[in-house]
């Protein structure tokens, strides 16, 4: 390495918990030139069982203490293997990596305070314990990043903004990041803007609901629904689709996050429900999601960004980003916004968020804030995360 630059591992499980993506970054300097490249990316699946048990977890499903400490340290291994494959992967010897920075996996979200036990209360949880990985894979790991940024009042969602301020900023160009993860959030970077002039939340469900009523309709032979093969064979159902755009998250305005809490098994069983009134076929109901999830983005973009930001493009990752209808949709329904793939800027679809985190980890072992309090709500900037050191060498 060329002195002053860092390599860092980025780790990534989203809402839908289909597995870890992995991303190898180098790092150098601080912001304003602060650089960082993406040398490679992968992914592992989560062994089914395990996978099975993250879902019951997420849908707030009974566990104990024990069985949740249990599966925390059990998740810190499976963290670990996955970087220590990627190491492989890109021939790059663990040793060679200065930093790990791990997302864990999402098991509950509640970025607007509730009542509880007297007070109103916010929190966040993400296990994969940080302190298992670095001990297995020798290399420092930061993780638990949005806990610093819900102490200060924020939703703790979304962080990646950082990430796309660093990477899409444009003196003459306003562009919208989207991601298409499990939930789909936007990060509006207007012209030339400043990090205070950032906006970001999530606009709804994006794969979780698409996947869940897949898995559903196949009796879980299926996880998702590959190009949209599914979808594309159902009819339009425009009354269904009415109901599914009265969602009343929709109309929340930012900032604002969610996730499984709202987005999860609740919700599909009403999805079910409204399609057998309308009675839709399994592929009509797949296809009313997937253009749900597209025009729940149209109208976040109409509602709150369009009346104030002039924008020119919407640059798109995540794993929706492969999904030809909801692109199709997206870009119909935005004739005047050019609709771009992440890698024509260097990014692979599938690995921005594991690079964002690879970033936040940078800027934290730095001790340099990494939230946007206009995207998050904080009331500060914070220094995100929590460091785990490596066993002395």
Known sequence: MAPGT???????????????????ARISGARPDLHAQILGHTSSKFPAPLQKEILRVAEQRPITAGELSQLNFRLGEVFADAALLACRKFRVSPKRIALIGSHGQTIFHQGTPAPYFGRA????LQIGEPSVIAARTGITTVGDFRPADIALGGQG??????????????EKLGRISLNLGGIANITVIPASARPDQILAFDTGPANMLIDALVSHFS???????????????????????NELMRDPYLKLAPPKSTGREYYGRAYLKKVLALGRRHRAQSAELIRAATIFTALSVVDAVNRFVLPRTRIHQLIVS??????????????????????????????????KEAFAFALLAYETFHERASNLPSATGASAPAILGKISYAPPR
């Open 6 to 24: 860092t390599l860092v591992l980025g780790l990534m499980s989203g809402t839908s918990a289909d597995g870890i993506d992995v991303a190898l």
């Open 121 to 124: 209360t916010a929190s966040t």
């Open 157 to 170: 969602a979304p962080l990646v903004p950082y990430a796309d301020y660093l990477l899409y900023r444009h």
């Open 219 to 241: 009796r879980g032979r299926q996880r998702f629904d590959k190009n949209a093969r599914i979808a594309q064979t159902g009819r339009p159902l425009p009354a269904l689709l």
């Open 318 to 351: 995540g794993g929706g980003a492969k999904n030809p209808l909801l692109l199709a949709q997206l870009s119909a329904a935005l004739r005047n916004i050019e609709i771009l793939p992440s890698s024509k800027f260097g990014v692979p679809e599938n690995a």
